[in-house]
């Protein structure tokens, strides 16, 4: 897993994140769905149907600059304890692997219902993108 060499010295590559703001960006977006989180529903008919389409279903990976929910922007004030959400992030996962059907996951903020398959792609498109802006 490729996250055991994020350190909270990690040099970003672009936009405004620190190590620990990502890892905490990363256990909302992907523990919201597996009850580790209960955000804020804020997904509209376009976003469920044709942003969910295009950012999940066709794109290969995600574009810098993504509009995301409102509840996965941390503020640049805020840190938190790194290793605390490392951890996290790494029983999030495991969690996510070891889930096997659509009934075991909740809905996303955005794009509203989505079956385990959708939520694998997303969720493998989203770590990957925040790794490749630590270097990884």
Not at 2 to 16: A, E, H, K, V
Not at 28 to 45: H, K
Not at 61 to 77: A, C, D, E, S, Y
Not at 93 to 116: C, E, N, R, V, Y
Request: aromatic letters at 12%.
């Amino acid at each position: 897993m490729l996250f055991y060499r994020i350190t909270p010295q990690s040099q970003r590559q672009w936009g405004t994140m620190t190590p620990d703001q990502m890892l905490h960006h990363l256990n909302l977006a992907c523990g919201t769905a597996l009850g580790y989180f209960n955000l804020p529903d804020e997904s509209f008919w376009l976003s469920r149907t044709m942003f969910k389409f295009m950012l999940v279903d066709v794109l290969s990976k995600h574009p810098k600059g993504l509009r995301i929910p409102l509840t996965f922007k941390i503020p640049p004030t805020e840190h938190f304890d790194f290793e605390k959400e490392k951890k996290l992030l790494i029983e999030i996962i495991t969690k996510a692997s070891q889930s096997k059907s659509t009934g075991d996951w909740g809905s996303h903020p955005l794009f509203g219902k989505m079956t385990d398959k959708e939520w694998g792609r997303l969720l493998t498109m989203h770590m990957d993108y925040h790794l490749k802006q630590f270097g990884q």
